[in-house]
T-cell receptor, first 115, second 112 residues
Framework: SAVISQKPSRDICQRGTSLTIQCQVDSQVTMMFWYRQQPGQSLTLIATANQGSEATYESGFVIDKFPISRPNLTFSTLTVSNMSPEDSSIYLC????????????FGPGTRLLVL | LAKTTQPISMDSYEGQEVNITCSHNNIATNDYITWYQQFPSQGPRFIIQGYKTKVTNEVASLFIPADRKSSTLSLPRVSLSDTAVYYCLVGGFSGGYQKVTFGTGTKLQVIP
């Protein structure tokens, strides 16, 4: 089966700094998404990472805070900018493969703690 | 987007069958029903997906009545390693975007 990896797996950062999270898939995918999961909570969709164009953000999330890149069909990055302790969460990427039905598959997640 | 309602938590003894029901009254015609399992500090893992009637795989069964306004995930003979949060999702993907929302999930605790 295809592999989805994320880097880093975890990090501890100081407030005011930025962190870029990478999502790598070992085969081309149709769609890629970024989620946030705050401690003890469910998953919230941040944005759809569109290949070759600007990401589409959900209500409550903006590009200045969460810039996203998707330079090709196997890779995407999410940057958490100007971090505050409220940004402490698990960040997950997910992918959908064309022809594999209406199913998204998730990466292992990046656990972020902001001090 | 279809909203889902699940029990917040459930307890079960090892070896028992566990049934988790999800309500989705405003499911749309093209929506699929998908269940995920999530362990602490890990990404959700796909368990099973269905559109109507019954689906079974090596891990679980999914029962969907004719009106599709609810679904039941059935886990046969659970073990301690099945302790996790289970999410029911309704929706799908079209035009490069998703119309799927994660609900609160059901925290299953398997007791020895």
């Amino acid at each position: 089966s295809a592999v989805i990896s994320q880097k880093p797996s975890r990090d501890i950062c100081q407030r005011g700094t930025s962190l870029t999270i990478q999502c790598q898939v070992d085969s081309q995918v149709t769609m890629m998404f970024w989620y946030r999961q705050q401690p003890g909570q469910s998953l919230t969709l941040i944005a759809t990472a569109n290949q070759g164009s600007e990401a589409t953000y959900e209500s409550g999330f903006v590009i200045d805070k969460f810039p996203i890149s998707r330079p090709n069909l196997t890779f995407s990055t999410l940057t958490v900018s100007n971090m505050s302790p409220e940004d402490s969460s698990i960040y997950l990427c997910s992918v959908v493969w064309e022809g594999r039905g209406e199913t998204q598959y998730f990466g292992p997640g990046t656990r972020l703690l902001v001090l | 987007l279809a909203k889902t309602t699940q029990p917040i938590s459930m307890d079960s003894y090892e070896g028992q069958e566990v049934n988790i029901t999800c309500s989705h009254n405003n499911i749309a015609t093209n929506d699929y029903i998908t269940w995920y399992q999530q362990f602490p500090s890990q990404g959700p893992r796909f368990i099973i997906q269905g559109y109507k009637t019954k689906v079974t795989n090596e891990v679980a069964s999914l029962f969907i009545p004719a009106d599709r306004k609810s679904s039941t995930l059935s886990l046969p003979r659970v073990s301690l390693s099945d302790t996790a949060v289970y999410y029911c999702l309704v929706g799908g993907f079209s035009g490069g975007y998703q119309k799927v929302t994660f609900g609160t999930g059901t925290k299953l605790q398997v007791i020895p």
